[in-house]
């Protein structure tokens, strides 16, 4: 495990997480990171993805308004910010590095080559 997740937990549907994802200087420098999800059962999909190259984001249909992914280069950090949470948003969240990810592959998991141990998030109607 190259990357370490944090930030997870239980929360009212409507209510607000911020999750971190810390990175050596090595793997922070690479181009694309990601917030991937998995629910129970369901396969691990792409939440968000952040370039380093343009600071540029993707997000899935499903987040978009309501999640925002930045980076802190001081400290080597990604970050995802979760709002008006919904019970479906519950999912074990990992985050995720590559070199060459990019708009057109960035929810694709077979792209990243570094990833964390994943931070559960619960969500409660």
């Known amino acids: 495990v190259q990357l370490q997740a944090s930030g997870g937990g239980l929360v009212q549907a409507g209510g607000s997480l911020d999750l971190s994802c810390l990175a050596p200087?090595?793997?922070?420098?690479?181009?694309?990171f990601a917030w991937f999800r998995q629910a129970p059962g369901k396969e691990r999909k792409g939440v968000a993805c952040?370039?380093?190259?343009?600071?540029?984001?993707n997000y899935a249909d499903s987040v978009k308004g309501r999640f925002t992914i930045s980076r802190d280069n001081a400290k080597n950090t990604v970050y995802l910010q979760m709002n008006s949470l919904k019970p479906e948003d519950t999912a074990v969240y990992y985050c995720?590095?590559?070199?060459?990810?990019?708009?057109?592959?960035?929810?694709?998991?077979?792209?990243?080559?570094?990833w964390g141990q994943g931070t559960q998030v619960t969500v409660s109607s």
């Open positions: 952040i370039y380093n190259n343009d600071n540029g984001a």
């Open positions: 200087k090595r793997i922070f420098s690479m181009n694309a």
């Open positions: 995720a590095a590559d070199r060459f990810a990019n708009s057109g592959s960035y929810d694709k998991t077979y792209e990243y080559d570094y």
